[in-house]
């Protein structure tokens, strides 16, 4: 198969740190000469590409898990494309793949860092949504580190979030009796409850998280899957009920932050409620990746879980999508056709 390789392609670099908010200006749209790929290597066309929130903390100078994208080069991230030059054993021109190179049109890839998906069993986007570290994250954080059992409760914030939305969707389909849902507007509320199969939900906007949780959770929950922290976290330690579990899998109504937030008021309840708080990264699970794809790979087949994405097209738009995520514009994975 031979298909028009350009000569040059765009891609987006961090042209500054932004300091709280971050701004279209800390992006640079650029264009650069597309490289062919050396001996073991791909070159991808992209098609597909995710913002995800923990870019906003890559974008900042300072070490966390993982290292700070430097300024002046391409930003990298979850995509996916097709194969359309190969020097790798394994890879032929027309093959799909996923891979951490996005944020750019075209991608030399090593092959031992593509992964090759089948578009007959699922869209190509589902692979950076429900199968892809969105999913797996849901599935790590209430399965393993949340320690999920059929009869809890189950609360979530970020509900109508990519990883939110699947949590709530997994507890279901695992047996959860109740499971509550917070997220930041009236049609995200109504979108948990109609459509995913959340049994209540609120908006935090509406009034404190505590009296809303306590309204829609009126036994107590069992296990809160935090994605925000701050009055989530706190309003979750006074309503879990003895034995419960929390697992922390993010905190973006701080990422943006310019001072310390403050921690829950209520951390002794830790103590006397005998609660367990699990931070974890999804990529230290991978031995749980087989379960993963074989469970929720069903889930999907069978039409039981809905892979959620609002898709913004057009590469030159990426800054915009991810920006716009930090604001709550989506519903499911945020995701840009490039
Ligand atoms: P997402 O939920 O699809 O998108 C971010 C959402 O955060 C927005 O849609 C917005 O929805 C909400 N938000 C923004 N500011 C907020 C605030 N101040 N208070 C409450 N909600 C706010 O993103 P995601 O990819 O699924 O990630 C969700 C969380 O999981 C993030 O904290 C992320 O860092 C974390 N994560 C962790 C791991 C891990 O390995 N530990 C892996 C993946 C993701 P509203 O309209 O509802 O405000």
């Known amino acids: 198969m031979s298909t028009h390789v350009p000569e040059r392609a765009t891609e987006i ?8 908010w971050p701004v279209e200006e800390n992006f640079a749209i650029a264009e650069a000469p597309v490289e062919r790929p050396g001996p073991g290597q ?5 098609e597909i590409m995710s913002v995800d929130p923990y870019m906003r903390g890559r974008m900042n100078a300072g070490a966390s898990y993982v290292p700070p994208f430097p300024v002046g080069e391409t930003l990298t991230g979850a995509a996916a494309g097709e194969v359309v030059v190969s020097e790798a054993p394994g890879f032929e021109p027309g093959q799909k793949v996923v891979h951490s190179l996005g944020w750019r049109e075209y991608a030399v890839v090593d092959a031992a860092a593509a992964t090759a998906v089948s578009t007959t069993d699922a869209p190509l986007a589902a692979y950076l949504g429900v199968l892809g570290g969105t999913g797996f994250s849901a599935y790590v954080g209430l399965f393993e580190h949340a320690d999920f059992r059929p009869r809890d409760t189950v609360f979530v914030s970020g509900a109508a979030g990519a990883v939110g939305s699947l949590v709530g969707q997994m507890a279901k389909l695992r047996g959860a009796p109740r499971v509550v849902g917070s997220a930041g507007s009236a049609e995200k509320v109504r979108y948990l409850v109609d459509t995913l199969g959340f049994d209540a939900a609120f908006n935090y906007r509406d009034g404190p998280v505590a009296e809303q ?3 829609a959770a009126p036994d107590g929950i069992d296990v809160y899957f935090d994605n925000v922290g701050g009055d989530h976290l706190e309003a979750a330690i006074g309503a879990l009920n003895v034995g419960g579990r929390i697992a922390a899998c993010g905190a973006i109504g701080q990422y943006n932050a310019t001072e310390p937030p403050p921690g829950p008021h209520n951390m002794f309840l830790m103590v006397t409620k005998r609660l367990r708080l699990q931070g974890f990264i999804v990529s230290d699970s991978a031995e749980l990746r087989p379960d993963f794809v074989r469970e929720v790979g069903a889930w999907l087949r069978d039409g039981r879980i809905r892979d959620l994405q609002t898709t913004v097209d057009g590469l030159r738009n990426a800054p915009s999508a991810f920006l716009g995520m930090l604001r709550g514009e989506n519903i499911g994975k945020m995701l840009v056709t490039v």
């Open 13 to 20: 670099r961090l042209a500054s740190r932004p300091s709280g």
């Open 42 to 46: 791909i070159l991808v066309r992209n």
């Open 213 to 215: 949780l306590a309204a």
